[in-house]
């Protein structure tokens, strides 16, 4: 899993697959992290189910995950902080 570590936030890669029959994590897509979300690609529906659920994964505040690349498309680049690159690994594993 790709994982940057800067200043003070950690940055995941995640394949998002939206339309799916529940929201979770899927596992590893190469060194992405693959999630699959029941909401559609629309009005930025998707993306704030996959903020939602890192943040709950993760558990840190809502505000504390944001998707900062990839906005309309699959491949996106999310922020997390409150979090160490090794712990994100951990809960990522338990989930």
């Known amino acids: 899993m790709k994982i940057e570590e800067k200043d ?3 940055f995941l890669q ?3 697959v939206p339309n799916s029959s529940r929201t979770q994590i899927a596992g590893m897509l190469g060194e992405a992290l693959k ?3 029941a909401q559609p690609p629309e009005e930025g529906k998707a993306n704030r ?3 939602e659920l890192l ?3 993760m558990g840190v505040a809502k505000g504390n995950v944001s998707v900062v690349a ?3 498309r699959p491949q996106k680049v999310v922020r ?3 979090v160490s690159g090794d712990e994100i690994r951990r809960l990522i594993g338990a989930a």
């Open 8 to 10: 003070g936030a950690v």
């Open 14 to 16: 995640v394949k998002v």
């Open 35 to 37: 999630i699959k979300v």
């Open 49 to 51: 189910a996959v903020e």
């Open 55 to 57: 943040a709950e994964v």
């Open 70 to 72: 990839g906005m309309t």
């Open 80 to 82: 997390i902080v409150g």
